[in-house]
């Protein structure tokens, strides 16, 4: 019986969340990645323990999209620079569409309505959103402020919000 030259698997690991997510940023830096699943097995080969559900939420927070590959294959990105973590059109969508409930207008600001606790979803998402006449957001429980450029109005703004919401324009002052 001849013996097999065989690495030994990597000791498992318990990372914290940063150093898991740099982990993530490498890999996905490397080579393509096409699932969690197979996320969650490099990880493994890196002896990093890590379930489907934290990879999920780990590229959440890492901004990651799915672009397409040539061939039409698609795997997870990301920015190049956290600035550039732009959420894509149909993530904004799906978030408005799920969290806000009511849009209203003043001046250059717009506010939306969320359930308790569901506002800084809907902000986030809106500061990632690369609206360019976004100049920022603030959140509380079931409230987002989004201050919009003087240039384009609350008015305009709500009304491309409720659009992307697919909720009806609640009036506002100007």
């Known amino acids: 019986m001849s013996e097999q030259a065989l690495s030994p698997p990597a000791p498992v690991t318990r990372l914290t969340k940063n150093q898991r997510q740099h982990r993530i940023t490498k890999l996905l830096e490397a ?18 323990e890590a379930t489907q559900t934290t990879v999920s939420r780990d590229l959440e927070d890492l901004g990651a999209v799915k672009v397409r590959l040539p061939g039409g294959d698609t795997a997870y990105a990301l ?7 732009i959420a894509p059109e149909d993530h904004l969508r799906r978030v408005l569409g799920e969290w806000v409930v009511e849009v209203a207008h003043s001046g250059n600001l717009v ?56 909720i009806a324009h609640e009036q506002g002052s100007d």
Do not use: F, K, N, Y
């Not at 096409?34 to 493994?44: E, F, G, H, N």
């Open 31 to 48: 080579r393509a990645v096409t699932s969690q699943i197979q996320l969650v097995a490099l990880l493994a080969e890196q002896g990093v």
């Open 79 to 85: 920015p190049e620079l956290p600035v550039h973590q």
């Open 111 to 166: 506010v939306l309505r969320t359930p308790p606790g569901s506002a800084h979803v809907v902000g986030s998402a809106l500061d990632r959103s690369g609206l360019e006449a976004v100049v920022g957001t603030v959140a509380g429980d079931d409230t987002v402020l989004v201050v919009v450029a003087e240039e384009l109005g609350g008015r305009a703004m709500a009304a491309r919000l409720s659009d992307v919401a697919g």
